[in-house]
């Protein structure tokens, strides 16, 4: 065999390895269904942190599961007041307490929330060159949305860290930025 036919061999079980690695990782979380968007009664869906509301007759994708945690999960971080009146909704899921923007506390996706395993646990959220300690306080729903126990708003995608201010003030990310950037967090 010649050093030339060895390369592309070698480059060949490569680009395979790597295609498989990310054909099993992308089948890992399939979305479980959709939900049909309802209209907010008027005033009902908060706005507040550039939140959407559900819009009549759209589906939204459900999941129950998240991509698999690592040293390094990748996620997008997002923008919640866990603060009543907040648009957060209600009170956080692992307490049923509200929780001051000043906290760095965050609410996880259905499949990373894990049925309330992550409650009061500390995850590592790692974005723009800092990190940040941050208190898991509730869950980011991706199963469910569009109804008055989520404020109206859609369900979470399946791969979202819903963080409060302080989280964003410790990661120095200008104010004018604030709302959606991609970070990676573990358990801490």
């Not at 603060?83 to 609410?107: F, I, L, M, R």
């Not at 729903?141 to 989520?150: A, R, V, Y």
Request: with cysteine; glycine share 10%; net charge negative.
């Amino acid at each position: 065999m010649t050093a030339s036919s060895l390369k592309a061999s070698v480059l060949l079980l490569c680009v395979l390895h790597l295609t498989y690695s990310l054909d099993v990782e992308a089948q890992s979380c399939q979305p479980s269904g959709k939900i049909e968007g309802r209209k907010p009664p008027p005033g009902q869906c908060n706005q507040e942190n550039d939140s959407d509301c559900c819009v009549q007759g759209k589906f939204y994708t459900t999941y129950t599961c998240s991509p698999p945690v690592s040293t390094n999960t990748r996620a997008v971080l997002t923008l919640n007041s866990f603060q009543k009146g907040g648009d957060g909704g209600g009170p956080s899921e692992c307490d049923n307490q509200y929780h001051s923007d000043d906290t760095p506390v965050v609410a996880l996706s259905t499949g990373w929330f894990n049925r309330r395993g992550r409650c009061h646990k500390q995850i590592k959220i790692n974005g723009n060159g800092q990190s940040v300690l941050a208190l898991v306080v509730d869950e980011c729903d991706s199963t469910m949305g569009c109804d008055g126990d989520h404020d109206y708003q859609p369900p979470c995608r399946n791969n979202i860290v819903d963080a409060s201010k302080a989280v964003w003030k410790a990661l120095g990310v200008p104010e004018n930025d604030w709302g959606e950037t991609d970070i990676t967090w573990t358990d801490a």
